[in-house]
């Protein structure tokens, strides 16, 4: 089927499941494959996750330019994530911290 066959509740399982099906092949040695599964990019709502599988397939292939650039863009995108939760922690702690120290009512 298609993701518009797929109802709204059920397309992150639907993506998670096409992520599992890409790990199997990948284990099992069939790294074009599981390529092809992650080709599916529209379909994948973990992107990633599925920019680490990529990068991890593309290595296993020998196609080392490519693993090097796929790794670089996956890191570049979790380090964006990572600073967005630092910020959202440290200004969490600074909102907590000043109803403390003022005494505001909780």
Do not use: N
């Not at 379909?43 to 290595?59: P, Y």
């Not at 964006?80 to 003022?102: E, K, N, P, T």
């Amino acid at each position: 089927g298609t993701i518009e066959e797929i109802p709204e509740t059920e397309i992150y399982e639907h993506s998670e499941m096409l992520l599992y099906k890409a790990a199997i092949l990948e284990e099992a040695g069939k790294y074009e494959e599981a390529m092809r599964v992650l080709g599916t990019t529209d379909k994948i709502r973990d992107v990633l996750g599925m920019r680490e599988q990529r990068a991890r397939l593309l290595f296993a292939m020998g196609k080392m330019d490519d693993a090097q650039a796929s790794y670089s863009g996956h890191a570049r995108a979790a380090k964006s994530i990572l600073q967005d939760c630092s910020g959202i922690g440290a200004s969490s702690l600074a909102w907590f911290m000043h109803r403390v120290w003022h005494g505001v009512p909780r």
